[in-house]
């Protein structure tokens, strides 16, 4: 029998269609202002907090919509942006700067949906709104920073080799000078220097009386110094924008020294360059086992020591000498201890962290080392109307474990009371330090209207273009073209699922996309019913014509896709951010258009016309 699908293609397009319209739906709904609330530095997050931050809410008169608590972040849903800007100025005033409270937008669709993974696609910071950074990594500040750790790396070295030197200075124009007395002495030191610090260029001259080695950072070192110090500030960051409850973020690398950050749908712009500006770094220091804590407290303070003060508030005295920075943390991990069942977090240091943590630790076995955490931050607040930068910096102890044994590069800190602060101090030893500071250089906040604004554009466009292919369709192959206007159709909800279920990104580029696919998409039924019309002139029956025409046609089709096809792929492979999303939904388009043009037509032209006799055919 011609023209007569098996029941189960039926069923299949019936399927994706439906499954089609599933995944498409949330997308009809809207966003909700929202707060997100997240624990900064390790700060819990659990129903003490969540009671907390709602009675601060209902205290300054608002009442939300929807209070979640998911993976360590609450959420609260407003009516409206004024609520949302009110409970944001009463929830940073009762929980202080511990917690992150940050403006988001929250999808709106109903939860039988998204309990079924049915969730909206994310909109680009062009069709969102949201802000733009570009940052410059302070590549000159991390070699600084490099040279400042050698020189005390250098004093070590000749002091535990008894090797006689008159200074160690760092040059104000890079390098580091070491002065010695006797040219003997200097070529000990030259021979020592060369054989342990292979990351140093050594040059020796004479002023004088005195004898010289100049030291600098070799090529190699400093290359890779300033790789690592992009990647561990591009992770960080990363970090720092999860803290924020952005969704899709772009967090990229921009040449050698710049790094691209954009955020869709950040309302607060301020707020997330606060966060993202603050310059946070690790020191592990031993604890003065000695000193008195209390005559510390009433300003007596020992040479040598200083006082700090754990997150709890509680005072520990700690030696001002710094074993060694979090720089040179290459991987930290929380777990458990198989000796007590006790959680802890295993580190990893580099070559040069772990031969300064050896020599430490065979010194010092039953005493206390103690990780700081210190973060400079610049918040901005408003004073008489005006915004005023604040700076802030933050010392505090995370950590004071006791040194079981002698340990190099790999170790554990335990002593911890939870596996939760294993795996929060694992993630600030990871990723809480940038290992150079960073410089806003560029800002560009992209406005919520203004984003609302392409959106009815894109969207215009689009419906603008279908309208016009569906009355063309309608009028030139009548009731062939209505099939195939419904196809376009179905063929428009298939991408957004697509692009739905994958979580993808839609810019303005990605609508120029759907606006192209929607042109190119009945290119195929065209091609088909010129064919129906050829065989029907030639004198075929209505039925052979039908069968004829989608039969030879489907190789030209497939062949003009696939090209198309191999454009877009190529378009994504080569191309950067917004060529991606024109390629994605290019790609997309091509393959759910060849399913509705060529299956779905076929299947609702079978059941208008197969299967029995027709004397003549609308088209």
């Known amino acids: 029998m011609l023209n007569h699908y098996p029941l189960w293609k039926y069923l299949l397009i019936l399927a994706v269609a439906l499954i089609g319209l599933l995944f498409a739906l949330p997308n009809l709904y809207g966003e909700d202002p929202a707060l ?5 530095r390790g700060a819990p997050m659990d129903e003490t907090v969540r009671e907390r931050v709602v009675s601060m809410v209902t205290a300054a008169g608002l009442e939300p919509t929807e209070v979640t608590l998911e993976e360590a972040r609450l959420q609260l849903r407003f009516r409206n942006a004024d609520e949302q800007l009110a409970a944001q100025a009463a929830v940073e ?12 937008l929250a999808p709106s669709a109903p939860e039988w949906l998204t309990s079924m993974g049915a969730l909206p696609m994310y909109l ?10 570009l940052m410059e990594v302070d590549m000159e500040a991390a070699v600084t920073q490099a040279e400042e750790r050698f020189v005390g790396d250098l004093r070590t070295l000749m002091r535990k080799d008894k090797v006689r030197y008159k200074t160690v200075t760092l040059q ?28 140093l260029v050594v040059t020796e001259d004479e002023e004088g009386a005195e004898f010289n080695l100049r030291l600098a950072l070799s090529e190699t070192a400093t290359r890779e110094l300033k790789r690592f110090a992009l990647q561990q500030n591009i992770t960080t960051l990363r970090n720092r924008v999860n803290e924020l409850g952005v969704a899709e973020p772009v967090i990229q ?28 770094t690790l020191e592990f220091r031993a604890v003065d086992m000695e000193g008195n804590v209390q005559d510390a407290l009433d300003g007596r303070v020992p040479v040598g020591s200083k006082l700090y003060r754990h997150r709890d508030g509680s005072p520990i005295l700690l030696e001002k000498r710094v074993i060694l920075t979090g720089d040179h943390i290459t991987f930290a991990k929380s777990g458990i201890d198989s000796r007590d069942g006790s959680p802890m977090v295993n580190i990893r240091l580099d070559g040069r962290g772990g031969r300064i943590m ?94 609302q604004e392409n959106i009815e554009q894109g969207f215009r466009s689009v419906m603008v273009g279908f309208v016009l292919v569906l009355v063309f369709m309608a009028v030139y192959y009548r009731v062939f073209g209505l099939v195939a206007n419904l196809a376009l159709a179905m063929n428009l909800v298939l991408i957004v699922a ?15 996309g759907i606006v192209l696919t929607v042109g190119m998409a009945v290119d195929a039924n065209v091609l088909i019913f010129q064919r129906i019309r050829e065989e029907i002139h030639n004198g075929n029956t209505p039925q052979a014509a039908i069968h004829s025409g989608y039969q030879k046609a489907v190789s030209t089709i497939a062949d003009a896709n696939i090209t198309t096809l191999i454009a877009a792929v190529v378009l994504f ?10 390629a994605i939904t290019l790609s997309i388009g091509i393959i759910t258009s060849m399913f509705t043009a060529i299956m779905g037509t076929r299947a609702v032209i079978n059941l208008i016309y197969g299967g029995r006799r027709v004397a003549r055919l609308s088209i």
């Open 124 to 133: 680009g910071l062009d069709l969102r709104g949201g802000v733009h950074f």
């Open 573 to 582: 492979g080569f191309g950067t951010g917004p060529i991606k999303g024109f």
């Open 358 to 451: 050896n020599d430490f630790t065979k010194n010092n076995i039953g005493n206390l080392m103690a990780v700081v955490f210190i973060e400079n931050k610049v918040t901005t607040r408003m004073r008489d109307g005006e915004p005023v930068k604040i700076k802030q910096t933050i010392e505090e102890v995370i950590n004071a474990a006791r040194i079981r044994e002698q340990f190099a590069a790999n170790f554990q800190i335990t002593g911890l009371d939870s596996t939760e602060e294993a795996r929060d101090l694992s993630l600030l030893l990871r990723a809480g330090a940038l290992a150079a500071p960073i410089e806003i250089i560029e800002e560009r906040t992209v406005g919520p209207s203004l984003g």
């Open 93 to 104: 005033a009762g929980l202080g700067n511990d917690y992150v409270v940050a403006l988001n």
């Open 36 to 40: 997100q609330v997240s624990g900064g």
């Open 498 to 512: 697509v692009l739905s279920m994958l979580q993808a990104t839609l810019t303005l580029p990605g609508i120029a």
């Open 172 to 199: 104000e124009e890079g390098g580091i000078l070491v002065r010695f007395r006797k040219e003997d002495e200097r070529d000990v030191a030259a021979t020592l220097i060369g054989r342990e610090m292979d990351d």
């Open 253 to 280: 690398q921009q040449g050698l020294e710049r790094i691209v950050v954009q955020l869709p749908g950040v309302q607060d712009p301020a707020r997330a360059k606060d966060i993202l500006g603050a310059t946070a």
